[in-house]
């Protein structure tokens, strides 16, 4: 069975789905590796590297689509809409396609790919459960999401981080809000308290106060009923428009007591919720510093706009959607990590095997035999619920005549 890579063709993404590393264990347990030449060199890896670990690297990436068993991907086609186009031509019947590609908001693409005989595994569905943080997508880039954000904002910030007691006197620590405590916040409050700043976090599930606090956190207490906040899964739920505006009024006065705002929080398929106003931002002080991870969906803060960089009223906003590819080096080894776990779990050797009694195989299939399968999925397109393949039904047509 062929696994195949190709080079990332979305603007400026440098990952890569499969470092060097991760190959030799693929070719042990009998399975072939293909990689697009030059597919890994703005992560870092070169050809020669990816040939000394056993895969077979190719000039042509119309060979890499077409003869992939296994097509692995850091952008699927819904996750690279323009130029993705161009690889779905060579996709064929019965290929598997693993890869995040933006199931809940791109819904067009997995009827594309449903269409075209494709099986769909959407990476942004593994489900938030204890077997399944080994193959946790969204975790491992919001992990350097959080930490990168961070580092943005010290180096806009024109204060330094830290509490520093000098000859010329005392330089107190800058004040950093973090709205959203999931995998991005948390890791943006420790790298934070990390670089010496004060540190306060908030997030509409109480639950995760414990974790803000153990990270030195202060958590920041919103009297508002947050009960039904969080979902199916462990992520964000979306909540009424009242909630929020109450929200938005309450924030506030923390908003403008802080150097440094970071928001993450983003509710998957949905718009981002609006947190911060655009009357907040003219209450913070001039050089403070926004930085916005819900910018793809149009953002936390009403003044953002995505891979832009907005200054109102002195304060610097910065809306990223990308920040996992700034960090491409270990972005890479981080989700190929998470690919190769995924694909021990829908493979039995040499041979593709499709669980579908497996919570983890079932969550994330979204397409199958032409048909989009995912029951979520399926409702969004305005399609009639779907029986769900019996357990029993035989592999992918094309691996199925190699048993």
Known sequence: MIIGVPKETYPGERRVALVPSSIPPLIKSGLRVQIEAKAGL????????????????????????????VLLQVRGLGANPHAGLADLEFMREGQVNIAP?????????????AERGVTLFAMELIPRITRAQSMDVLSSMATI????????AADRLPKMFPLMMTAAGTL?????????????????????????????????????????????ATFVEVPLETTGAEGAGGYAKQLGEEFYQKQRELMARTVAGSDVCITTAAIPGKPSPRIITAEAVEGMSPGSVIVDLAAERGGNCEVTKADE??????????GPT????????????????????FLKLVTRGSDFHLNLDDEIVRATLAAYRREVVNAQIRELLGLEPLKTPSPDAPPVDHLAARL
Do not use: W
């Open 42 to 69: 703005a992560a870092g890896f070169n050809g020669d590297a990816y040939a000394d670990a056993g895969a077979e690297v190719i000039d042509d990436r119309e060979e890499i689509i077409r003869s992939a068993d």
């Open 101 to 113: 590609c933006d199931p809940l908001g791109n819904l067009e693409a997995v009827r594309q790919l």
């Open 145 to 152: 999401a959080g930490y990168k954000a961070v580092l943005l």
């Open 172 to 216: 107190t620590p800058a004040k950093v809000f973090i709205i959203g405590a999931g995998v991005a916040g948390l890791q943006a409050i420790a790298t934070s308290r990390r670089l010496g700043a004060v540190v306060h976090g908030y997030d509409v599930r109480p639950a995760v106060k414990e974790q803000v606090q153990s990270l030195g």
């Open 309 to 318: 960089i907005v200054v109102k009223n002195g304060v610097t906003i910065l």
């Open 322 to 341: 990308n920040l996992p590819s700034e960090v491409p080096t270990h972005a890479s080894q981080m989700l190929a990590k998470n690919m190769t776990n």
